[in-house]
């Protein structure tokens, strides 16, 4: 990569870096894991029901319920928001700089290569769950909007998250069908008549269902057995999934919630909320309706509970999926006005500054949490997957985060930014710049 005719803006440095912001960047960092380790631990249909498997009672129910009221989407909705962010600082810096006409440029590059980041870190490091690639396909889009206002974007994104109210009211509607359908078959039976065969398909589909929770042993040991294989093995056993999740899921799923979400980071970053420059009393309401939302998350919870996680309680998972975009943006923008007020009041310095340290090496931790857990679960590492119970599960996710921090906090001591970090910006520059920290 050549040195000449170097960009007078030039790469982030340390001293122009936001603070508050890198403080909630790590929360999402450390966040997003208390449900990534589901993920990792079990096969993916036990991430949203605990009943399927990884216990559901004791300590592993309260796992559950902390998990889906204070941390399910929340963690990813930080993620998206800050990316939001992140495209409208450094849109702002080129502008103000001798660069501006590169603006567009520059932001589509820092874009492109997350593309290949995320198919690496799905493929070859066999992460599920990669946000990596959508980020970078839908930053595309987002991208052009970074002239709109403040408000116009918060409005423009929340529109956009309401897609998911028709979509959830068709798979309600879909699933509503069968169910009356099987109904009808047998009434029929019962009645000596002949069935249709459309009205026995249905009828097989939702004794599915209702057969689905808990499922049969030999349809969990067969999942397990799929994951705890070698290498090569797992990455052909998970080819057909990887592709399916980034290419049809991406377009009926991830286009409304990843670029709903930038779109509102992009004018809540225009609107300093992320700096900390709102009224005390702003971020205070917005703590009180994330812990409103989570309130009524847990309220839903116990419901499902009581009905036995069935799959068949088609009426609460309609709760669930109208509500769950606006619950995960408020409990989302709670989190992170809970910190910008500790941060305010100089509070919790030691926690702050921890988060702070992963927030600065975002990309490279959230890399390494997948590194990490890969050697711990998967069959060409230590094969715990499908062995540890919830719980158990959130005893890995604290070792790993206090690796994480000590990582970071050592790491940052004498070097700019975290190592991927350093590669994402290269290539986005297109040149070189030293790693080695200032006095290191």
Avoid at 160 to 175: E, G, H, M
Avoid at 341 to 353: F, I, N, Q
Avoid at 401 to 406: D, F, N, P
Wanted: proline share 3%.
């Amino acid at each position: 990569m050549s040195s000449a005719a170097v960009p007078t803006a030039g790469p982030l440095l340390p001293g122009d870096r936001i603070a508050a912001i890198d403080v909630v960047r790590g929360l999402a960092v450390l966040g997003i894991l208390v449900m990534n380790i589901v993920e990792f631990g079990w096969p993916a249909e036990a991430y949203g029901n605990p009943a399927w498997a990884g216990g559901s009672s004791g300590l592993d129910l309260a796992a559950w319920y902390v998990q889906v009221t204070l941390f399910d989407g929340r963690m990813r909705a930080l993620f998206s928001l800050l990316f939001g962010v992140g495209i409208v600082l450094f849109a702002e810096r080129l502008v103000r700089s001798d660069d501006a006409p590169r603006t567009t440029d520059l932001l589509l590059r820092r874009c492109l290569w997350l593309v290949p980041f995320g198919i690496v870190h799905r493929f070859f490091l066999q992460f599920t769950g990669d946000i990596l690639y959508q980020y970078g396909l839908l930053g595309f889009v987002a991208v052009v909007f970074r002239h709109l206002g403040a408000r116009t974007l918060v409005v423009l994104g929340c529109i956009w998250l309401c897609a998911f109210v028709p979509i959830s009211w068709r798979k309600y509607s879909l699933q509503a069908d069968t169910r009356a359908q099987a109904a009808e078959a047998a009434r029929l039976q019962q009645a000596g008549e002949t069935v249709p065969e459309a009205l026995a398909a249905a009828q097989r589909r939702w004794q599915q269902r209702e057969t689905a929770i808990p499922p049969k042993p030999e349809v969990v040991a067969k999942k397990v057995d799929e994951v705890r294989v070698g290498y090569w093995q797992l990455f052909r056993n998970r080819w057909d999934y990887h592709h399916g999740f980034q290419s049809s899921f991406l377009y009926y799923y991830w286009v409304f919630d990843v670029l709903g979400l930038m779109l509102i980071g992009m004018g809540l970053g225009k609107a300093g909320f992320f700096h900390g420059r709102w009224r005390t009393r702003s971020y205070v309401g917005c703590v009180a309706l994330g812990l409103a939302t989570a309130a009524a998350t847990a309220w839903w919870a116990h419901d499902w509970q009581a009905a036995g996680f069935a799959e068949t309680a088609l009426e609460l998972r309609l709760v669930h999926d109208l509500t769950y975009a606006p619950a995960r943006l408020l409990g989302a923008l709670g989190w992170a006005a809970a910190l910008l007020l500790v941060l305010r009041a100089g509070r919790a310095r030691l926690l702050t500054a921890a988060l702070g340290a992963v927030g600065r090496m975002a990309f490279s931790c959230y890399i390494l949490q997948s590194v990490v857990a890969g050697a711990l679960f998967y069959g060409f590492g230590c094969g715990w997957f499908g062995l540890l119970r919830r719980s158990e599960l959130m005893l890995v996710w604290l070792g790993i985060s206090l690796l994480q921090v000590a990582v970071a906090v050592l790491w940052l001591r004498r070097w700019r930014s975290g190592p991927l970090e350093w590669v994402w910006r290269a290539l986005t520059w297109w040149r070189w710049r030293p790693m080695r920290a200032a006095g290191a």
